[in-house]
């Protein structure tokens, strides 16, 4: 006998003998929201006092588990019942509470399926608390059942982390009970009935202390400081180290309240405000302009790259480590050893670090297949070109796997400034054609600039975006424009660091001032590890100078790579001041009439980042990128924009756009630089307020 429990249907009531099946259906991912909490709390209540009732399962329709709490609510008044009321109440309950888990249970809902007494999951379950991804920590007594559940150090690293753990896993741990056979909500409901003819009491999980009470200390405590050391300015990593520590050491309710202070401080903080900004900026950018949700993508098997060189290689590899098989071309054997060479030590330095296993390098290994015959790339549904950043190369290379790729195959370049139209000339089906631009080291950075064409095809965009998504990437689409989202703000804001140097500021000054902001290296160490004859190249080619990094170049100092760029490297790594760079500064200085000065941190920052922002506002107002989140995305995956900080855009708005534009307007009639020049873009959002 089924019946529906709440006005809206999104919690319902099935008896089943005496075990009552709370089924919970909010889709798409049944959040914990106002409209599931009040009608879920009637319902356990209900069953409850309901003598009939002997034992209670609580499950989900749809394709998960709870996956936690609604995002969306957060920031606003909280409407009770909370999920803490919630908890409290499975906690009062006396017959058997089962949570039948499928998909994965996150956060709030792993949380609700610890206040049950046991839990019984599919096979392909996945359990975590990934709120610390999200710039908080578990608030509804994530942080202290669960360390009570599977002891201290493994919770630790589930809350610091934010990574689920697989079904199997969590039954080996104690997280739930057993795994379901016969079919999850059948299984769960035999299980609760077993339990509630053994007969009670029902241990709930506050009751148990032995792995609490059995946790070593100093073990303990140097996990968190491992934790805490890498932290990067987040504070919600070592939120959750003090709220498990707290959980070993308070008295439960205690604990429980030290929680919610925590959880209260960050829900409020502008960190974790970032972090939810970027949570859902990652959703909103798989919409795209023009493309409605009938449109399907294309099946792919296997992905072919021409060029085996570093980036034709990583790119390979992150094909590979998602699962997808691929066929390496390059011109010459020679070149396509060195190139499988390269992959496998890459592959060899992550075993050795611990980070992948024999069996994963030898999987991934398996999915790569060499050749220097073009005729092989018939087989596969996506082409991506590698190669050198020449138009006429890459044109070359381009006509050459027009005439093998299959019909319906993707054929996609690599570049990261030429324009797209251009290269989609010369293939005859520009509709299958779109940039790709990865980023550097390509299996490891998690950015892909999807670079639409003006012929690109609605269901290529729609593939390349899932594809991308599946192997790991985040996927942005951009239009064409030199340098595209990301390497067209880098220039811009990087315009103006030359002329820092001319009027008093140091490399160092400059790079420390963009650490303590929260990138991950400043513009000079960025350029001296990339290589300063990389974009001498580019320069020379656009009939462009700069008057510190050409003479730099001119002396043959490319950077590390020569032991000498911006920085001195005696050792080959760590970066010193160098004297005589310093001089040839001052003497430039001299030369052209410029009095240096002190220059304070602020002003670095006024003068990099504010130009790198109104670059960003040119890109929306041009539609070469869809929104500000879209801009987000890209520099925080693919150049270390501070997370916490939610993008330049986020950043922007945080400040207030009106003190950009003010401050660009200063700087612009200071510098007369174009790149200080607010755009029509700022000044009208800024005058929205
Ligand atoms: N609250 C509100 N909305 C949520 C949500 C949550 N906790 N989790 C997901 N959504 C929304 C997404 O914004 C998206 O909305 P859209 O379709 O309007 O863009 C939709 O649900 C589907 O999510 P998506 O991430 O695209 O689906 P997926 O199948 O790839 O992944 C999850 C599903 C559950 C793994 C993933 O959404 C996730 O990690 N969610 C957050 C979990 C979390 O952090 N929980 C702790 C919160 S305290």
Redesign the pocket.
Known sequence: MAEAASSENKVSVEHRGGVAIVAIDNP??N?L?FSVRKPLHDALVRLRDDAATAAIVVTCAG??FI??????EFGKPMQDPDLRALIALLETIEKPTVAAIH??A????LELALGCHFRVADKAAKLG???V??G?L??AGGTVRLPALIGPLMALDMISS?TPIAASEALEAGLVDALATDGLVADAAAFAAVKAAEGGPFSSVRLRRDKIEAVDGEQLEARIKAIVGKAKGLRAPVACTEAVRNAVLLPFDEALAAERTLFVELVASDQSKAQRHL??A???A??VEGVDKSVKPRPIHRVGIIGAGTMGGGIAMAFANGGIPVTLVEAAEDALQRGLERIEKNYAISVSRGSLSEAAKAERMARLSGTTDYASLAECDLIIEAVFEDMVVKKGVLAAIDKVAKPGAIIATNTSYLDVNALAASVSRPQDFAGMHFFSPANIMKLLEIVRGRETAPDVLVTLLSLA?TVGKVPVVVGVCHGFVGNRMLTARGADVEALLLEGASPADVDKAFTDFGWPMGPFQMWDLAGLDISWRNRKALGKTALIADWLCEQGRFGQKTGRGFYLYADGRTAQSDPELASHIADEAKRLGIAPRAISAEEIIDRTLYPLINEGSRILEEGIAARESDVDLVWVNGYGFPIGKGGPMFWARQKGLATIVERLAYWHQKTGKDVFHPSEWLKAKASEG
């Open positions: 798409p991912v959040a929201s394709r998960t996956a936690g709490a609604d995002i969306t998909g994965t996150l956060g709030g809902g608390l990934p709120e991804k999200l908080l578990p608030g934010g949570f859902f990652e959703r909103e798989a919409k998504r």
